[in-house]
C-alpha cells in the first residue's frame, strides 16, 4: 500500500473527516474481507496486513455511498459519526 494514497498516513484506518463526518476503521475487528472497497472503492483500500484503510480520494466519494461501505461489511468494522460525535453507523 502506497502511503501517498492515504487520506491520513499517520492514521491509516482514521479517524478522519469528511463531508461533515467522521470516519474510522476498528483494525481489531476488521477481517480484510473487501466489502467496504466492493462498495466504495475510492474511499477504502486493504493494507499490508489485511486491514481497511482509508483514502484521500474519499473526499469525492458520496456519504451515502460511504455509508453503505460500512454496511456492507460483515463485523461492523467501520465506523461513522456526525458532526456532533453521533453514531450513524453502526448504531
Known amino acids: 500500500m502506497d502511503n ?4 491520513d ?7 478522519v473527516k469528511t463531508k461533515g463526518y467522521t470516519i474510522y476503521v476498528d483494525r ?9 472497497i466492493a462498495v466504495s472503492e475510492k474511499t477504502f483500500a486493504l493494507d499490508n496486513e489485511a486491514k481497511a484503510v482509508i ?3 474519499a473526499d469525492s466519494e458520496k456519504i451515502e455511498t460511504i455509508i453503505e461501505a460500512a454496511k456492507a461489511c460483515p463485523v461492523s468494522a ?3 459519526e456526525d458532526e ?8
Request: proline residues 12%; aromatic residues 6%.
Open 4 to 7: 501517498q494514497n492515504l487520506f
Open 28 to 36: 481489531s475487528l476488521c477481517i480484510g474481507a473487501a466489502t467496504c
Open 55 to 57: 483514502l484521500k480520494t
Open 78 to 80: 467501520i465506523i461513522i
Open 84 to 91: 456532533l460525535g453521533n453514531r450513524i453507523f453502526p448504531k
Open 9 to 15: 498516513p499517520k492514521k491509516p484506518s482514521g479517524p
